[in-house]
Nanobody, 127 residues
């Protein structure tokens, strides 16, 4: 049974930082491209970052580029999202997702391309 579990969400003030973590079990983690999506109320789920299985290719949406950093530790079956300079518009449910052997690009970072999903962790940024 594949399990994807996010953690680290919470309520923070604008300008502060937060780190999200995702722990995966039940699959060969180093064969999978990992990603972070987010969904705010009334909006579509959007891909914001992606990292390939060896960490040699990454992608960031323009809305988070320069503020967020994605990373992974294949020895621990985890990926993280370091979020800096948080803004109220970053408020959303954040999801960890995995797909086998995917390349990270704007066109590939689509919800339907990812096979395994966590339940999400809420990030709320106050102004």
């Amino acid at each position: 049974q594949v399990q994807v579990v996010e953690s680290g969400g919470g309520l923070v003030q604008a300008g502060e930082s937060l780190t999200l973590s995702c722990t995966v079990s039940g699959l060969k983690f180093d064969d999978y491209t990992m990603s972070w999506f987010r969904q705010a109320p009334g909006k579509e789920r959007e891909g914001i970052s992606c990292i390939t299985r060896r960490g040699d290719n990454t992608y960031y949406a323009e809305s988070v580029k320069g503020r967020f950093t994605i990373s992974r530790d294949n020895a621990k079956n985890t990926q993280d999202l370091q979020m800096n300079s948080l803004k109220p518009e970053d408020t959303a449910m954040y999801y960890c997702a995995a797909r086998a052997y995917g390349y990270c690009s704007e066109s590939s970072l689509r919800q339907y391309n990812f096979n395994y999903w966590g339940q999400g962790t809420q990030v709320t940024v106050s102004s």
